[in-house]
């Protein structure tokens, strides 16, 4: 069945989309398939393959340059495959039989072969191009522009002009130097087509992304410059005798505003500008105007033909390789983000491990921690350390005179005080119920029951409600010689709270070290 046949088929949209929906460059309207849709595209391509051969032909032959030393139907095709698939192969070979059976005059067998090379080649090298093409898009990494080299332009050229040669040696018995002769010129010749526009047709029908690579919008500078690269090349190409007062090589500076738009403006920007200047290059060339015209250049048009392929390969390199870095800065970004977030993350659930959650005071866990590290460098060093062990009285009858809430408020009000003297919230620690624990790195006995009643005398301001004024009873105690871990001192600070509270509560008792 042919492509026409399928397409007239019931059921064909629904076939078109699973056949086409892996293909990255499908417009949305061949994507939904359907006869209507199937047969405006196919005539669309035929008439613009068709059309721009037929001016293409006729310009280049009015100066006796015949074949064109540029195809550009080549850039159609190239484009129709992109985003038709398979199907709109049949509008690039009802395109390419228009041109060579009626406005070439070619025989109907030259023609067949001669449009079925121009179609087979776009459509090889279109699965090339994919098969390369970045998830991203084909103009943002180095492989996606190699693969469009690769596959839309030489592999594409290629076939087209091996086709083409093997039918015109059929048809007209050539030597193997002649037969290579024709495929080099039409190798070439498609391949200069491709370059010529292409790239900014895909950019331009959205089937290629084009985002501006800077990172602010275009301003004036930026357009300031891309008008005076057109209005350069008007002057280089356009204006008689202008351009012959430019050396050839000249020319080629236009890279560096070209870059410049690529990198500032956009590459579809770029790629447009890159195909005027390649247009006006080639008229202005054929008509005997430009620098190329000079005694120096032996081949005015293939010199323009180098140029067109030089500046292309600039434009999607540098954006190319721009897109690469600023995604791999992004990612880079990214990456550091998640493990910032995820640093935090680890820090807030080791603090929460650590931390009381109703005083925001340490909890036992995190005293175990501190105070053995605070035990073993007062041994290192020789200098003391104490510890202030506090209990609240008469919690309990708080708790059932008034509630848990009331008992959880003077918790943290307790909390609150004692951070408030002390500055330093680490050294406090909550180590159950209403018993807290301050450790004093390098603070002597007599120092820290001073800090104790400060303390004392600090908690008896706080109140309850209305009728439930606090109070604590505090045991204080310092490392000695014979003090080996952290609960020789805590017993003996538990000690004299104990102490404390049979002698009325509300009171500081010492504990020395033991000898």
């Not at 390369?132 to 290629?158: E, K, N």
């Not at 086709?163 to 059929?170: F, M, R």
């Amino acid at each position: 069945m042919s492509l026409a046949q399928s397409a007239a088929a019931p059921g064909f949209g629904l076939r078109a989309e699973a056949q086409f929906s892996h293909n990255p460059w499908l417009l949305p309207w061949l994507a939904r398939g359907g006869l209507i849709p199937w047969v405006v595209g196919n005539v669309l391509v035929a008439l613009l393959y068709a059309g721009l051969g037929v001016l293409v032909g006729r310009f280049f032959g009015a100066y006796g340059l015949f074949p064109a030393p540029i195809w550009l139907p080549a850039g159609i095709a190239c484009v129709a495959a992109m985003v038709g698939g398979a199907g709109l192969l049949p509008g690039i070979f009802i395109g390419s039989c228009l041109v060579n059976g009626l406005f070439f005059g070619s025989s109907p067998g030259l023609t067949l072969a001669i449009s079925l090379g121009n179609t087979l080649g776009p459509w090889a090298g279109m699965m090339v191009t994919q098969a390369m093409r970045p998830l991203t898009g084909l103009f943002t990494r180095f492989i996606g522009v190699l693969g469009f080299i690769l596959g839309g332009v030489l592999l594409h050229a290629a076939c087209t002009a091996a086709i083409g040669t093997l039918a015109l040696s059929l048809a007209s018995p050539m030597s193997l130097a002649e037969a290579y002769a024709v495929f080099s010129a039409w190798w070439l010749c498609d391949s200069g087509g491709t370059f010529f526009f292409a790239p900014a047709l895909l950019l331009w029908l959205g089937a290629e992304r084009s985002s501006a690579p800077a990172d602010r919008p275009p301003g004036p500078i930026d357009t300031l410059v891309l008008l005076g690269t057109v209005a350069a090349v008007a002057a280089l190409f356009a204006i008689p005798g202008t351009g012959r007062l430019v050396r050839p090589d000249a020319v080629f500076l236009l890279t560096v505003p070209l870059s410049w738009i690529t990198l500032r403006i956009s590459l579809r920007a770029a790629y447009t500008l890159l195909t005027l200047i390649c247009l006006a290059a080639t008229v202005g060339t054929v008509l005997g105007e430009g620098p190329f015209q000079g005694p120096a250049v032996a081949n005015p048009l293939q010199s323009v033909g180098l140029m067109t392929v030089l500046f292309a390969m600039d434009a999607l390199t540098l954006i190319a390789l721009t897109s690469e870095g600023r995604e791999a800065r992004a990612r880079l970004a990214e990456t550091r983000g998640t493990l910032a977030r995820s640093m935090a993350r680890t820090e807030n659930l080791a603090r929460e491990a650590l931390t009381d959650p109703l005083t925001g005071a340490g909890n036992r866990r995190h005293f175990n921690h501190a105070g053995g590290a605070v035990l073993y460098k007062a041994r290192q060093s020789g200098q003391p350390c104490s510890l202030i062990f506090f209990d609240i009285d008469h919690f309990k009858a708080l708790n059932d005179a008034a509630g848990h809430e009331a008992g959880d408020a003077a918790l943290r009000a307790v909390a609150k005080t004692t951070t408030g003297i002390l500055r330093e919230q680490t050294l406090l620690f909550r180590m159950g119920g209403e018993e807290f624990a301050v450790l004093l790195p390098c603070v002597a006995l007599a120092e820290a029951a001073a800090v104790a009643e400060r303390l004392r005398l600090a908690i008896r301001t706080i109140r309850v409600g209305e009728d439930h004024r606090l109070s604590a009873s505090f045991g204080v105690t310092e490392c000695g010689p014979s003090d080996r871990c952290l609960d020789h001192l805590l017993r003996r600070a538990d000690a004299a709270v104990y102490a404390a509270k049979e002698s009325g509560r509300d009171r500081v008792e010492l504990a020395p070290p033991e000898a």
